[in-house]
C-alpha cells in the first residue's frame, strides 16, 4: 500500500540529546514537509522539501535539522537546542506545489 | 505573512444539527484551499482541495466551498462519527516567499451528540 511511514509512534529523550524522527514515502512525492503540533493547537511548519539534497525553513526551525538525500525520505532531527521538544511531530508528502499533501501517523515525542 | 483563521474554535451540535465551519485566510495569491479532518492522536486525513471563488466539492454529509476571502465547510445532518477536529490549509501562488509553503489555521473541535 502506498503511504507515508513515520517512526517510532512514541519517543522518549532525555534532555540533552539529539534525537531523529524517521519519515517514508512510497508515493514517489517530490514535496515532504514536517509539522509541530501542541495539544489544542494546529500545526506549525518546521522545515520542507521541494527535492532531493534541497530544504527551506518553515516558521519554526530553530533546534531542528533535516536531510533529503533520497526522494522516499526526509528524517528530522531534534537538537539539544530545541528548548521545548515535547509534543506531536508530522510528516506529510506532496505530488506538487498546488496539490494535497497527506500525511503519516506522527511521531510523539517526550523529553523526561 | 500568509495568515489562516478558523471558526469557531469549538462546536457542539446535536446529531441532525446541520451547521457550517469558517475559515478565513490571507494570501499573497491563492494555490488551494484545503480541508482536513484529523482524529485525537492520529495524522490528518485529507478531506477536500478547492482552488477558485465560487468552486464546491462535496463527500458524504460534507460540503466545502470557496469564495476570494473565505471557506466554509458545511456539515448537513451530522452524525457522532463527524466528531473530530476540523483543519484548513492554504498555499500561496508561485513567486512569493512562502511559496511551496502549506499554512494551517488552528482548527475547529467538532462534537457531535447522539
Known amino acids: 500500500d502506498g503511504g507515508i511511514t513515520q517512526s517510532p509512534k512514541y519517543l522518549f529523550r532525555k534532555e540533552g540529546q539529539n534525537v531523529t524522527l524517521s519519515c517514508e514515502q512510497n508515493l514517489n512525492h517530490d514535496a515532504m514537509y514536517w509539522y509541530r503540533q501542541d495539544p489544542g493547537q494546529g500545526l506549525r511548519l518546521i522545515y520542507y522539501s521541494q527535492i532531493v539534497n534541497d530544504f527551506q525553513k518553515g516558521d519554526i526551525a530553530e533546534g531542528y535539522s533535516v536531510s533529503r538525500e533520497k526522494k522516499e525520505s526526509f528524517p528530522l532531527t531534534v537538537t539539544s537546542a530545541q528548548k521545548n521538544p515535547t509534543a506531536f511531530y508530522l510528516c506529510?508528502?506532496?505530488?506538487?506545489?498546488?496539490?494535497?499533501?497527506?500525511f503519516g501517523q506522527g511521531t510523539r515525542l517526550t523529553v523526561v | 505573512e500568509d495568515q489562516v483563521t478558523q471558526s469557531p474554535e469549538a462546536l457542539r451540535l446535536q446529531e441532525g444539527e446541520s451547521s457550517s465551519l469558517n475559515c478565513s485566510y490571507t494570501v499573497s495569491g491563492l494555490r488551494g484551499l484545503f480541508w482536513y479532518r484529523q482524529d485525537p492522536g492520529k495524522g490528518p486525513e485529507f478531506l477536500f482541495t478547492l482552488y477558485s471563488a465560487g468552486e464546491e466539492k462535496e463527500k458524504e454529509r460534507l460540503k466545502a466551498t470557496l469564495t476570494k476571502k473565505e471557506s466554509f465547510l458545511h456539515i448537513t445532518a451530522p452524525k457522532p462519527e463527524d466528531s473530530a477536529t476540523y483543519l484548513c490549509?492554504?498555499?500561496?501562488?508561485?513567486?512569493?516567499?512562502?511559496?511551496?509553503?502549506?499554512?494551517f489555521g488552528q482548527g475547529t473541535i467538532l462534537t457531535v451528540h447522539p
Open positions: 506529510a508528502s506532496s505530488e506538487g506545489w498546488s496539490t494535497e499533501a497527506f
Open positions: 490549509a492554504v498555499r500561496a501562488t508561485a513567486g512569493g516567499t512562502s511559496y511551496g509553503k502549506l499554512t
